[in-house]
Structures are given as C-alpha cells and as structure tokens.
C-alpha cells in the first residue's frame, strides 16, 4: 500500500490549494478515504471522508462548507480541494486509507489502516 | 476541546508497563470500533490497534488494547526506549458523523 500526497505548500489567507493523493498497491475503490491533518504543536484532526465506490462524502465542521473531497477511481487519485484558507488550516495534511468495511459500498465508520507521508499546507501572510 | 480524552503525557522506565486511556462517549467509543495509532518524532501515525483489540501483523505483542462500555485503554508491557512516541485513539462518532481523535498522549520512557 502506498499514498502519496502533492499539492502543500505556502498560501495566503482566503486562498485556495488543491491536494491530491495517488494511491498504489490496493484496489482504490474498495475502500473508503480519508484526510487527516495534523497543526503544529496540536493533535490529529480528521478533515474528511468518501466512501469507496457511490463517493459520499463526510466533513469536520471546521472545513464544512469551504472544503470538497472527492475521488476518481480510474486514476486512483483522491483529492482535496480547499477554499476560504485559514490561519488554522496550517497543518501537514495526511492522505489515509480507511480500514475495509464493504456492504453495497465501503465505508469509513471502522476507521483507518494506512497513511500516507503527509503534505504541509502554510497559510500566513 | 476533542469529544474523546486521553492524558496528554504519560511516562514510564524501561521494562515496566504503561496504560493509556480513552474516554468518549456513547455515540462514539460506546458504538464504534476504537483503533490506536502511534506517531513517532517526525513521522505519519502508524496502526497499532484496530477494532477495540486486534493487532496488524509485524505489532509486538507487548502492545495490547481493551475497551469497556465508552472507554478504552492501550497497555505497553516491557516498555523500550523505542516506544517514547505519541499515541491516538480514534473512533467514529454517529452523531458528528465523523472519525473523531483523542487528544493524543505523549509517551516518554525514562
């Protein structure tokens, strides 16, 4: 299993930046992803979820509104587009797979088995 | 403020045993598979526990986890320098309808 995220970098705020992660090794779209941020000097954060095949997406209220997940499944990518970039959203940004748990599509409620190496996001001034 | 709660720090010598706990919720720990990862210095998190107590393989078996009711608790047995790293839980939360984490402990071995 390999994720491999791309598009950090520095920022302004009330830009926008779009991330995404290649995903290798697996069946993309047999499992739900996810991303997960992690600010400086804080803990984990979930940013955000979509389940594997029908693409439902799941959001933190910290992002709701200002950022859209989705997922292509021919390129085994996923992406991460933010808007209305905050100070807050500085954070390095890991792209995760989410544990398989498949009825008529494959959720992320069980949570996740892999990560990815994580891409850093700057919003400053 | 994380809706589910770990220590922040936690210590021990080498050798001896550590638990970490997690407390949450119903909607959350009281409903959902709990899994615990761990986060070395400068690195993405690791699975270390999935599904209230399983283990992936290439985990030793000095990690062990549990879970009752809205609680849950990581246990370290013979604990190493190795180990000094930060630990999460996590579970899904029904009601926010998202993965939520604890807010980490710090683990250092003295």
């Known amino acids: 299993v390999e994720l491999v995220e791309s598009g950090g970098g520095p920022v302004q705020p009330g830009g926008s930046l779009r991330l995404s992660c290649t995903a290798s090794g697996f069946t993309f779209n047999n499992y739900a992803m996810s991303w997960v941020r992690h600010a400086p000097g804080k803990g984990l954060e979930w940013v955000s979820a979509?389940?594997?095949?029908?693409?439902?997406?799941y959001y933190a209220d910290s992002v709701k509104g200002r950022f859209t997940l989705s997922r292509d499944n021919l390129k085994n990518t996923l992406y991460l587009q933010m808007h209305s970039l905050r100070a807050a959203d500085t954070a390095v940004y890991y792209c995760a797979r989410g544990i398989r748990s498949c009825g008529t599509d494959c959720y992320p409620h069980v949570g996740i088995d892999y990560w990815g190496q994580g891409t850093l996001v700057t919003v400053s001034s | 403020q994380s809706v589910v709660t770990q220590p922040p720090s936690a210590s021990g010598t080498p050798g001896q045993r550590v638990t970490i706990s997690c407390s949450g919720s119903?909607?959350?720990?009281?409903?959902?598979?709990v899994n615990w990862y761990q986060q070395l210095p400068g690195t993405a998190p690791t699975l270390l526990f999935y599904?209230?107590?399983q283990h992936p393989s290439g985990v030793p078996d000095r990690f062990s986890g549990s879970k009752s009711g809205t609680s849950a608790s990581l246990a370290i047995s013979g604990l190493q320098s190795e180990d000094e790293a930060d630990y999460y839980c996590?579970?899904?939360?029904?009601?926010?309808?998202?993965?939520?984490f604890g807010g980490g402990t710090k683990l250092t071995v003295l």
């Open positions: 979509i389940s594997g095949s029908r693409g439902n997406t």
């Open positions: 599904g209230d107590n």
């Open positions: 996590a579970a899904w939360d029904d009601s926010l309808n998202g993965l939520v």
């Open positions: 119903i909607s959350n720990i009281g409903s959902n598979a």
